[in-house]
Every structure is written in C-alpha cells, then in structure tokens.
C-alpha cells in the first residue's frame, strides 16, 4: 500500500469534483438559452418560475460548499506532502485528517442538496431533467465516498483509482448537468465549466 502523499502532486482544480459546476461566469448564457428550447419545456419552466428559482438557489448553496471543500481538500494535500518530506507524523496525520473532513463536507453538500430537492414541489415536465441531474449527483456522491475511504486509509493505491474515476466520469456527469440546468432554467445548476484551465480540472469540489 502507497501512502496518499505519493498522489498528492496531482494538480486537484476546484470545480471539477463540484457539487454541479465551476463558476458562475455562464449564468447570462444559461439563462438565455432556456428561450430557445422547445416549446413544451419553455411553458413548464414558465409555469415554474418558483421551482426554477428554489433549484437554483439550493445549487449556488450546494456550489459554494463544494468549491469551499476543494480548497481545504488542496490545501491538505500540500500539507501532507510537506509534513512527509520534513519527518513530522504529527502534522501528516492532521493534514490527513483535514482531507478526509473536505470530502466528507462534499458529500454532505451532496446528501444535503438531494434530501432539499426532494421536498421541492416539482412540475410534471421538469421531473425527467431533475431526475437526470440528481442522478449525476448520487453517482459524484458515490464516487466522492470512494476517494473519502482511500484518504481515510492512507491508501495511495486506492486515492489514485477514486481519482481516477472521478476524472473518466467527470465529462459526462457535467454534461447531463448542463442538460438539465438548461432545461430547468437553473444556471447554477450547470457546470459552467468553460474549459479555461490548463491543469486536469478532476475535482468537482
């Protein structure tokens, strides 16, 4: 077994490990593209309008966790990569530690944002696209508690997989994102990634 510091040189971008996106730097697109959707999506989103806006709120809540998140999860990193290259046990094993509470608050955004949505009053046509994106939501969440159990082992090995599959799965999970958020007419909602950044962008914190 690898201890968790040999991984920690992966460059971890918030927003790609995020509850549902990056920054909020699309909203103005998002939100005009639900004018130009069909015409039967249109009408369900303006018959919405208190729908729409609760879903986006409770998304920029859930966002800011998860971006929050991202950066004590890099700064833990750092941390333990110091803390091993000096000798110091006792500063490895809190950095660990530190690691392993980022992602449980991302996963607890997760768990909190889908037990909200499901005491929202959700119009007939909105339910498939909600359907779609709490569904990406449960698989980041899954996938979240993957990397949570490799941090709490100090398991290398098993971090780099998490990481992996987080990364492989990242793409699609903000595409079905997107999907609905347009259909939603919740921009922040949408993973509003707009494939700036030069490092991998696999944390969706």
């Not at 968790?4 to 918030?14: E, H, N």
């Not at 992602?103 to 955004?109: C, H, K, L, P, Y």
């Not at 939501?137 to 159990?149: F, G, H, N, P």
């Amino acid at each position: 077994m690898s201890r968790l510091l040999r991984t920690s040189a992966i460059v971890i971008a918030t927003g790609s490990l995020a509850l549902l996106g990056c920054s909020s730097s699309g909203d103005d697109n998002a939100s005009d593209t639900t004018t130009t959707a069909e015409a039967d999506t249109t009408t369900t989103i303006d018959g919405g309008a208190e729908f729409a806006s609760t879903l986006n709120e409770l998304c920029a809540t859930g966002q800011a966790t998860t971006d929050a998140a991202g950066e004590d999860l890099q700064t833990a990193l750092d941390e333990l990569t110091s803390a091993d290259a000096s000798g110091d046990t006792a500063a490895y094993t809190a950095a660990l530690d530190d690691a392993e509470t980022a992602t449980e608050d991302v996963i607890g955004a997760f768990e909190d944002f889908l037990a909200e949505v499901d005491q929202l009053d959700v119009p007939a046509d909105a339910q498939t696209a909600l359907d779609d994106l709490t569904a990406s939501i449960e698989q980041r969440q899954a996938l979240t508690e993957d990397l949570r159990d490799a941090i709490a082992a100090d398991d290398g090995d098993a971090f780099t997989n998490a990481f992996n599959a987080l990364q492989d799965a990242n793409a699609e999970l903000d595409q079905i994102a997107d999907d609905a958020a347009e259909v939603l007419d919740a921009p922040d909602c949408a993973s509003q990634d707009d494939g700036s950044s030069d490092t991998t962008d696999t944390t969706s914190f």
